[in-house]
């Protein structure tokens, strides 16, 4: 059994339920599982809320909002806390890639190069991120860990810069069509036992209708157009327990591995 996190940073139900005709793998998924929209009970903060999901404390407990703090850029060392992966680490085998609670984002356990020194912020770095964390979380895969948890960070740079551009369901579909290779064309899925949670760690929507600004307007990359909403996705297959927040993801898998293997 493989219990595999697919994590997809800014991946919104406004973009994908109207587009479910084309968006086929999360269609197929839907089908397959049980799908609903998370309410973010905490402020849609890309750091904070991964942070959260695989700590399971809330943004109090854990202290951590952004991926800087008085200048400095936060490192993983830096946050008081232990992740899922830290506390299964010596009972099972589990993988971790491209978790952007830090820039450049978090890899355990994975050989991995991250793009764009963490913040791709350009369509040559989002299609080499679209690829790389595909090929990878594939080749992870094949070896059948306990736990995978792979995050795609693209989504949420396309939005922030392109939000209302017909662009941004060019996007979905790229990583539809990289959904459908992982989870069905490895085998993963369809099987009576291996567990999938797809997960965002908040949605989108314009820039200025965001309860939170959670970036300047003005950016050195360019004016932005949408910011983050605090509504959230959330897919799982063969998975029981019911998840309502974030940090829901860390005490199923505590659950799952702590309860079968201890
Ligand atoms: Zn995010």
Redesign the pocket.
Known sequence: MTFFVLGI??ASWNVIRPNLKVLKNFARLIQAGKAKEIVLREK???AA??CGMFSGKTVEEHGHLEFTKDGKIVKREDIPVKFIWDILKDKIDVRVLNV?FVVPPYSFNVDFRPVGFGLPSNEKEWEEELERVTETTKELLTWKPDLLISVF?LL?RVQHFHWGEPVVLEWYKKLDEKIGELVWDTGFLPSETNKLILI???GFCSFGEAKVQTLPKRTPYGELKGD?LERAVLITVNVEEEIEQPQDVFRVLEKEFLRTKS
């Open positions: 940073d800014g849609p903060i890309s809320i991964w952007p960070t949420d965002s760690d908040h983050h």
